[in-house]
């Protein structure tokens, strides 16, 4: 059974840094696959935030480059989300995702399998 496990969640103040990981287990088919970060407020359409293809090409979404950092452990098969200089507007149920039908990594349409999703909320 495929899962998807986020932690690293929280509370901050603007300006502050988080850094999100995301496990997957229970994929065993290929280890090159399509992991990526997205993000819904209450109220929005869930968002892709950062991705990373099949080749390692990495994708942001414009509104956190340059804040976010996206970084992939092959061996350990973890996704990381580095985030700085978090704003308000960041705040959002942040979920993880994995092996994509289509090489689209911010487009959520295209992930098979997701987590649940940890809360990052950031105070002015």
């Known amino acids: 059974q495929v899962q998807l496990v986020e932690s690293g969640g929280g509370s901050v103040q603007a300006g502050g840094s988080l850094r999100l990981s995301c496990v997957l287990s229970g994929y065993t088919y290929t280890s090159r696959y399509c992991m990526g970060w997205f993000r819904q407020a209450p109220g929005k359409e869930r968002e892709g935030v950062a991705g990373i293809d099949r080749d390692g090409r990495i994708s942001y979404a414009d509104s956190v480059k340059g804040r976010f950092t996206i970084t992939k452990d092959n061996a350990e098969n973890t996704l990381y989300l580095r985030m700085n200089s978090l704003k308000p507007e960041d705040t959002a149920m942040y979920s993880c995702?994995?092996?994509?039908?289509?090489?689209?990594?911010?487009?959520?349409?295209?992930?098979?399998?997701w987590g649940q999703g940890t809360q990052v909320t950031v105070s002015s």
């Open positions: 995702a994995a092996v994509c039908r289509l090489a689209r990594p911010l487009q959520p349409a295209v992930y098979n399998y």
